[in-house]
C-alpha cells in the first residue's frame, strides 16, 4: 500500500528555522516525482516545488523560488521543506503529493501526505 | 490570484448535473492536460481527473471532465452529498514570471450540495 506519512505538526517563532518531512512507502521512492503544496488557513492549493528524487532535479513556483528549499534522502525515502527564516505568513497546511509520469510537466499527484500543519507566532 | 480562474462556488440538488469551470491561458490549458483533485473537508486532496479527460481508477464515472481552447470543465452528474467539497483543477504552465514554469493550481469551486 502506498503511504505518503508526514511530520507533525509544528508551532515555530517568526526569523526561526524548520524542516520538515514526508516519507514515502510501498512503492520505488525514486520512480516517482514528490510535490510540495501550501494551503494556508481558509485559501486554495499553491504549488510550490517538486523534486526528483532519483536525480534531486528541482523546481520551484516563482512565488517560492529563494523562500523555501526542497530536498530529500533517497536512502530513507524522505523528502523535505525548509525554511531559513519563518514568517508569520507561512502559518499553512503544507502537503506533498507523490507525482506519476515520466516528465515533471505531465504529473498526475496521486498519493498525499496527510499534512503537516505549521503555526509561526511571537 | 492564479492564472486560472475558477467559480469560487457551485451548487446542486442530489441527482443534478453540474459543471466547474477552469479557464486559462495558451500558456496553460491550450498547450497542456488538465488535471482535477477533490478535497473533502478536513482532508488532503485526491486526483479526480487526469489528462484532460482521464478517470483514475476507483473514481466513479459520475465525473467527467472537458476541455476546449483555454478552457476546461468538470461535469458531475447524478450529485450526490457526498460530492460536496472543493474542487482545484491544475495545469502545468509554460510561461509564469519570471520565465519559470510550473504547476498552477485553480482558485478552488466550493461544491454545496442542497
Known amino acids: 500500500e502506498v503511504q505518503m506519512v508526514q511530520s507533525g505538526a509544528q508551532v515555530k517563532k517568526p526569523g526561526e528555522s524548520l524542516k520538515i518531512s514526508c516519507q514515502g512507502s510501498g512503492y520505488i521512492f525514486t520512480n516517482y516525482w514528490i510535490a510540495w503544496v501550501r494551503q494556508m488557513p481558509g485559501k486554495g492549493l499553491e504549488w510550490m516545488g517538486i523534486?526528483?528524487?532519483?536525480?534531486?532535479?528541482?523546481r520551484y513556483g516563482p512565488s517560492f523560488q529563494g523562500q523555501v528549499t526542497i530536498s530529500v534522502d533517497k536512502s530513507i525515502s524522505t523528502a523535505y521543506l525548509q525554511w531559513n527564516s519563518l514568517r508569520a505568513s507561512d502559518t499553512a497546511m503544507y502537503y506533498c503529493a507523490r507525482g506519476e509520469g515520466t516528465f515533471d510537466w505531465l504529473l498526475l499527484y496521486d498519493y498525499w501526505g496527510q499534512g503537516t500543519l505549521v503555526t509561526v507566532s511571537s | 490570484q492564479s492564472v486560472l480562474t475558477q467559480p469560487p462556488s457551485a451548487s446542486g440538488t442530489p441527482g443534478q448535473r453540474v459543471t466547474i469551470s477552469c479557464s486559462g491561458s495558451t500558456s496553460n490549458i491550450g498547450n497542456n492536460y488538465v488535471y482535477w483533485y477533490q478535497q473533502l473537508p478536513g482532508t488532503a486532496p485526491k486526483p479526480l481527473m487526469y489528462?484532460?479527460?482521464q478517470r483514475p481508477s476507483g473514481v466513479p464515472d459520475r465525473f467527467s471532465g472537458s476541455k476546449s481552447g483555454t478552457s476546461a470543465a468538470l461535469a458531475i452528474s447524478g450529485l450526490q452529498f457526498e460530492d460536496e467539497a472543493d474542487y482545484y483543477c491544475a495545469v502545468w504552465d509554460d510561461s509564469l514570471s519570471g520565465g519559470l514554469s510550473a504547476w498552477v493550481f485553480g482558485g478552488g469551486t466550493k461544491l454545496t450540495v442542497l
Open positions: 489528462k484532460d479527460d
Open positions: 523534486i526528483n528524487p532519483d536525480d534531486s532535479e528541482m
